[in-house]
């Protein structure tokens, strides 16, 4: 486990210096603004027109301004370009990453996105050997479902009893979630059961009336 020197009061104190998980109840700027006051890099990257796996590998690299390996198609590209080449380039004081919008897609499916998370959790595990800090704040996407009402209830169902849970995003059936906007997600959590069966009656009363 990394040890962060904490200069001052800041947002992440209570958070481990080396892990990954849901954003949840931080917001972006937030997140920024935590990096700058502890002298870290902010590292963001926001994935909502990615479809593929090659499209996820390009538009990490390219935002997070980063060379990957010519014509790579795997995520090796990504954790390359932030661990090695990085410590052999200087002393490094720690990073906060941000991945929203990370797709949930029959293209993308649970299996790539279990892949890229372990991305970040090994960068995590590298970085933590070093001595130095590494967040990283995940989000998901969601796709329009074609019922909307039905969706709400299987999701209700499926989380009324996982909101203790750290990472419980992989549990939400990816074919059939409702649109939902990036600031509701991190307002909202899509795992409060309450919300969603409230929006289950909403879209009844007005399927009914």
Not at 13 to 36: M, P, Y
Request: charged share 20%.
């Amino acid at each position: 486990m990394s040890i962060e020197i904490s200069t001052s009061d800041h947002p992440l104190r209570n958070v481990r210096s080396n892990l990954v998980q849901s954003i949840r109840a931080f917001h972006v700027e937030e997140l920024q603004n935590a990096a700058t006051q502890l002298g870290h890099h902010f590292l963001y990257a926001n994935l909502s027109q990615a479809q593929s796996r090659q499209d996820v590998i390009d538009m990490l690299c390219q935002q997070f301004m980063v060379t990957p390996a010519p014509s790579t198609k795997n995520f090796d590209a990504v954790y390359g370009s932030i661990t090695d080449p990085l410590h052999k380039s200087g002393p490094q004081p720690g990073f906060i990453v941000v991945v929203e919008q990370i797709p949930t897609s029959a293209r993308f499916d649970k299996e790539l996105r279990e892949l890229l998370l372990d991305v970040f959790r090994d960068a995590a595990d590298y970085w933590a050997d070093r001595k130095v800090a590494f967040r990283c704040f995940y989000s998901f996407s969601v796709a329009r479902a074609a019922q909307p009402g039905e969706a709400y209830r299987q999701i209700a169902a499926s989380v009324g009893n996982e909101a203790q849970e750290e990472v419980e995003e992989e549990k939400m059936p990816t074919d059939k979630i409702v649109d939902v906007s990036p600031l509701a997600l991190r307002m909202s959590s899509p795992f409060n059961a309450s919300y969603w069966l409230a929006a289950v009656n909403d879209s009844d009363s007005l399927a009914t009336a």
